[in-house]
C-alpha cells in the first residue's frame, strides 16, 4: 500500500504456482477502488432488494394464475348454467306438449278437468338461491324447475284419472274416433272444419268436416271399432247433397259418433259388417263434388236432444299433432255454432 492522491494506494500481486512464470502485479489508485467499492455496494443492496421483493412477485404471479384459473372455471360453470337452461326450456315444452294431448284425449272422452297448472292445482314455489354473479340465471332455472313440477303433478293426475276411465268404460274407448284415417306425412290439410268459401259456389258456407289431400289410391282406416251403416254412392233423386260427397262410407261408434268418409275412389266394405280399429275400408278419390283427390272426414257425436252434430274431427285424432292445437283447444271448449250442416239421411242417423 502507498501513500498520496495520484499514486496507487493499493498493490495486488498474483504469485503462479510455476516458479518460472512471473509475478503479476496490479495498483488501484483511490479512484478506482471508490469505483469498486461502489460495484460491491451497488451489487449487495440488488441481492438484498431481491431477497425482499422475490416472494411478493412470486406470490403475485401464483395468485395471477390462480385468477385466472378461478375465471375460466366461472366462465365453464356459467356454460354449464346455459345448457342446463336449455335442457330445462325442452323438457317444459314436452310436458306443455304432454298437457295438450291429454287435454285433446279429455275432450274426445268428454271428460271435465278440474286441474290446470298454476290455478289452484299443484302450485309450487321455486326454491330460495343465494346472492351470486349467476343468482339470476339460477333463479330462472328454479323458477323453471317449480314449473315443471307443477306439470308433472298435473300430467299424473290426468293419466290416473283417463286410466280409471279407460279401464271402466273400455266399449265406448274403442268406439271412439282417436286415430286418424290417413297414415304418416301423406296427407295435407287443405280445408278445416268451420266457415269457409266453397270452391264452388264461392260463397259462405259451413264445412262440416275437414279435407285431407292425399294420392289417389292412399289407404283409409277406420278411426275406431264400429260398424258399416253405409257403403256407396248416395242416390241423387234422394238427396243431392249427399251424391256429392261421392263414393261415401259411414261408420256408426255406439250410440255416441259416426264417422263420414267422402270422394273415396273405391269403397272396401259393405253396409252391416263390423270394423276394427286400423282396418283398411276404402281408398282417397276424387269422386263427388271435389276438385282434386283428397279425403272428406267427419265426425258426427250424438247431441242431448238425439241428432248427430259435426264436430271439428281433428279433436278426436289423438296420434298427428297439429300446429294450431292450442287454438283448437279453446275453439273446441266454446259452444259451436252450428248452422246450414247437411243432417244426417236416415239410412245413416237412425
Not at 282406416?221 to 242416390?235: C, K, L, T
Not at 297439429?322 to 283447444?329: A, C, F, G, I, S
Request: glycine share 8%.
Amino acid at each position: 500500500m502507498r501513500g498520496g492522491d495520484s499514486k496507487p494506494l493499493l498493490e495486488i500481486q498474483i504469485h503462479p504456482s510455476d516458479i518460472r512464470r512471473k509475478v503479476r502485479y496490479f495498483f488501484l489508485d483511490r479512484r478506482q477502488i471508490a469505483l469498486i467499492c461502489a460495484g460491491l455496494l451497488a451489487f449487495l443492496l440488488f441481492m438484498g432488494f431481491n431477497t425482499f421483493v422475490a416472494p411478493q412477485v412470486i406470490s403475485d404471479l401464483l395468485g395471477r394464475k390462480e385468477y385466472e384459473s378461478l375465471v375460466s372455471e366461472r366462465r365453464r360453470q356459467g356454460e354449464r348454467l346455459q345448457d342446463l337452461i336449455r335442457r330445462m326450456e325442452g323438457v317444459s315444452g314436452e310436458s306443455e306438449e304432454l298437457h295438450l294431448r291429454m287435454s285433446r284425449i279429455y275432450l274426445a272422452y268428454g271428460l271435465e278437468s278440474g286441474v290446470s297448472v298454476g290455478q289452484g292445482g299443484f302450485p309450487f314455489e321455486s326454491r330460495e338461491v343465494p346472492e351470486s354473479m349467476y343468482s339470476a340465471v339460477i333463479r330462472q332455472g328454479a323458477a323453471m324447475e317449480a314449473r315443471i313440477r307443477e306439470q308433472q303433478r298435473v300430467l299424473e293426475t290426468f293419466l290416473d284419472e283417463v286410466q280409471s276411465f279407460e279401464d271402466a268404460h273400455g266399449d265406448q274407448v274403442e268406439m271412439t274416433p282417436s286415430t286418424a284415417p290417413l297414415r304418416g306425412s301423406e296427407f295435407v290439410l287443405t280445408s278445416p272444419f268451420g266457415n269457409r268459401r266453397s270452391p264452388f259456389t264461392k260463397k259462405a258456407d259451413f264445412h262440416a268436416g275437414i279435407d285431407l289431400a292425399a294420392p289417389p289410391g292412399t289407404p283409409i282406416y277406420a278411426p275406431a271399432d264400429g260398424q258399416v251403416v253405409f257403403a256407396g254412392r248416395y242416390p241423387l233423386r234422394q238427396s243431392v247433397a249427399w251424391w256429392r260427397y261421392g263414393n261415401l262410407v259411414a261408420l256408426r261408434h255406439g250410440s255416441r259418433f259416426i264417422t263420414l268418409f267422402g270422394h273415396c275412389e273405391e269403397t272396401l266394405v259393405r253396409q252391416g259388417q263390423d270394423v276394427k280399429q286400423g282396418m283398411v275400408i276404402a281408398t282417397v278419390g276424387n269422386t263427388g263434388w271435389s276438385t282434386s283427390p283428397h279425403l272428406h272426414y267427419e265426425v258426427r257425436h250424438r247431441a242431448e236432444e238425439g241428432r248427430h252434430e259435426p264436430v271439428d274431427p281433428r279433436i278426436y285424432i289423438l296420434d298427428h299433432r297439429w300446429r294450431d292445437e292450442e287454438q283448437l283447444l279453446v275453439r273446441a271448449r266454446r259452444a259451436p255454432t252450428l248452422r246450414d250442416f247437411e243432417p244426417l239421411p236416415r239410412i245413416i242417423g237412425r
